[in-house]
């Protein structure tokens, strides 16, 4: 009998990474994760050490083999997914210069601040769909190149290699042999041009970039290189798919149609919906992005975030310590029929899209003396699921599209209340997959079909499976009575 056949997801995440091997029907068979260190040199500023991170991948790649009872010759293809816009730069000898500016880091606020002063906004949005925040690599690319001792002339000279964290996992497997970044993570660096998928001259030019610095920007699967010089391989395993956390998720939802959606209910949440093969500008702010590249087709997506979701949860958990940990919740909001006239506003870091106000905070409206503790557990919820609301509506509006299929995973959306009052007030189906670990099953298909270990997009569709689907009920006279709460209270905060 021939040996079984796995495909390798390599997930590397903000706090973690992990390792999971899937059979050839998706089942996953073996997973190893291990969280690494948060390094905080200032207030604002958020570092991971390379080495590290790629020490933490070849371990939990030798867990998963070993719970899976499976060995590196078996693995037929490795698909990669990463934080999106961490930031690092190392010698060709596979040398960091400096530990990886993480998304989360904001030392690049000031250079943000004066590129728009200078009014390159407009320009910035139009080339790459993005905005001036230090979110994005590019400004944190500039920031290693200006601050890191010979880093310009070392780069001028063809000496360093810049990348994303995909970039660098494929340099380390590769034994360095592969300098290579995908489209979906190109998209988040301020320097790729979004219609053209090449790195875009005017904005080398306006974050002072060499171009002898960038990776070939790739399809999101296809064959990069095999792995050479692995503690937890043999040499010679195909390293072909790549994708940014969020997108990855995208495609491990099968959302491969215009219209439909995922939305990933974490700490904070994120909406990506699926626009079709031609990227649509955001007059609501939204960012526009690549969601994938197969062989010759490039999908887009538009993309909006929350920032607070499960974390207005922990809020009640260790804020106010109305309960004790975050599952209760749905417990409490259940121990009353309705939220009464009682709404949250969930802005405790400001709002994002479409509203664009850091100076909001959050608000409590409606209360009366027969509130209790359960109506503020309530609202809290319904108030996480009126943003995302407020995104969709803002992504229907952008691409001219209803939202056929509303896809959800991460830890919040196991809350059936929640859902049930996100399909209510988005008036569309909202459907919880069987397999939650989206975000590896999409990285995992993209490997295999960039070995042709899986054919098409339409395998993964056959073996995608709903748990739940939850479907509005509200009259269209509740809906509107509840988002016109919704907005009111949104003008006060
Ligand atoms: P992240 O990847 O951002 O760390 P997770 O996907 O692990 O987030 O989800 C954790 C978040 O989900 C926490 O903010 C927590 O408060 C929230 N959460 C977990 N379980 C529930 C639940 N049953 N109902 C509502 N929120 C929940």
């Not at 001792?149 to 780069?155: E, F, L, S, T, V």
């Not at 990069?224 to 937890?232: E, L, N």
């Not at 919906?273 to 087709?297: C, E, F, H, I, Y």
């Amino acid at each position: 009998m021939p040996a079984t056949r796995y495909v390798l997801a390599v997930d590397q995440g903000t706090t973690s990474t992990r390792a999971v091997l899937l059979d050839a029907k998706l089942n996953v068979r073996g997973v190893g994760q291990q969280e690494f260190t948060q390094h905080f040199p200032k207030p604002g500023l958020v570092e991971h050490d390379l080495q590290e991170i790629w020490d933490t991948t070849e371990r939990c790649i030798a867990r998963a083999l070993k719970q899976a009872n499976a060995k590196g010759s078996q693995v037929a293809a490795i698909g990669i997914t990463n934080q999106r816009e961490t930031t690092g730069l190392w010698t060709a000898a596979g040398k960091p210069l400096h530990r990886a500016i993480v998304w989360q880091d904001r030392r690049t606020s000031d250079l943000c601040h004066e590129l728009k002063a200078r009014g390159e906004e407009a320009r910035v949005r139009r080339t790459t769909g993005l905005v001036l925040d230090p979110y994005f690599s590019g400004t944190k690319l500039k920031w290693l190149l200006d601050h890191v001792k010979d880093a310009r002339r070392r780069a001028a000279q063809g000496e360093l290699r810049f990348g994303t964290i995909d970039t660098w996992l494929v340099f380390k497997m590769t034994g360095g042999a592969v300098h290579v970044t995908d489209a979906t993570n190109a998209s988040r660096t301020l320097l790729m041009n979004l219609e053209t998928l090449a790195w875009d001259d005017a904005m080398l030019s306006m974050l002072d970039v060499p171009r002898a610095v960038l990776p070939r920007i790739a399809g999101s699967a296809e064959l990069y290189g095999v792995t050479r010089g692995m503690k937890s391989l043999p040499d010679g395993v195909p390293v072909s798919g790549i994708a940014g956390d969020q997108q990855a998720a995208l495609f491990g939802q099968a959302c491969f149609d215009p219209g439909e959606s995922k939305c990933t209910y974490g700490t904070g949440a994120f909406l990506l919906m699926n626009v079709g093969t031609r990227p649509v500008q955001s007059k609501a702010g939204l960012l526009s992005t690549v969601a994938w590249r197969l062989g010759d087709t490039t999908t887009y997506a538009l993309e909006g975030s929350a920032f607070i979701a499960g974390a207005a949860v922990q809020w009640l958990r260790d804020g106010l310590g109305l309960i004790k940990k975050a599952s209760d919740v749905e417990a409490l909001a259940k121990t009353v029929k309705s939220s009464g006239a009682v709404v949250f506003v969930p802005a405790l870091a400001g709002l994002g899209a479409p509203h664009w106000r850091p100076d909001a905070r959050g608000l409590f409206a409606g209360i009366d003396r027969s509130t209790t503790k359960g109506h503020l557990a309530r609202a809290v919820l319904e108030g996480v699921a009126f943003q995302i609301q407020d995104l969709a509506e803002a992504m229907k509006l952008d691409s001219g599209r209803a939202i056929p299929a509303f896809k959800v995973d991460g830890g919040a959306a196991k809350n059936d209340l929640l859902m049930q009052f996100q399909a209510d007030v988005l008036g569309t189906n909202v459907v919880r997959p069987k397999n939650v670990e989206t975000t590896a099953l999409g990285a995992a298909f993209l490997g295999g079909l960039g070995v042709g270990f899986w054919k098409s997009p339409d395998d993964i569709r056959r073996a995608w499976k709903a748990d739940k689907v939850f479907k509005p009920k509200l009259s269209a006279e509740e809906r509107a009575h509840h988002l016109g709460k919704w907005r009111d209270a949104v003008k006060r905060a």
